[in-house]
Nanobody, 125 residues
Framework: QVQLVESGGGFVQAGGSLRLSCAASGRTFSSYAMGWFRQAPGKEREFVTAIAWSGGTSYADSVKGRFTISRDNAQNTVYLQMNSLKPEDTAVYYC???????????????????WGQGTQVTVSS
């Protein structure tokens, strides 16, 4: 069992930055991959980025060069640094844990076993 709690969402103007955090508890944090997904109103949940236990990463094309995922295995926390934010980044952001994917920063939601409650990010134009 893994519990995930996101924080750091908020309201920001276009071009601004936000840093999201996701604190994990339960199973050994360094034994699984972590991901961030987002869901905008009226749209399906989409992959944003993921990180393997060793630090390997993957990103959606829409956020490459603007967003950075990182993890602190000692603190059981994964971060999402979001720079150059755009109005189309507005969404609820969810972190997720893929227990069977330690080595691979997978993009498919079907691989993720546990999800946080989400944190709202709103970017104004």
């Amino acid at each position: 069992q893994v519990q995930l709690v996101e924080s750091g969402g908020g309201f920001v103007q276009a071009g601004g930055s936000l840093r999201l955090s996701c604190a994990a508890s339960g199973r050994t944090f360094s034994s699984y991959a972590m991901g961030w997904f987002r869901q905008a109103p009226g749209k399906e949940r989409e992959f944003v980025t993921a990180i393997a236990w060793s630090g390997g990463t993957s990103y959606a094309d829409s956020v490459k060069g603007r967003f950075t995922i990182s993890r602190d295995n000692a603190q059981n926390t994964v971060y999402l640094q979001m720079n150059s934010l755009k109005p189309e980044d507005t969404a609820v952001y969810y972190c997720a844990a893929a227990l069977s994917m330690k080595e691979r920063p997978v993009a498919g939601a079907q691989w993720y076993d546990y999800w946080g409650q989400g944190t709202q990010v709103t970017v104004s134009s």
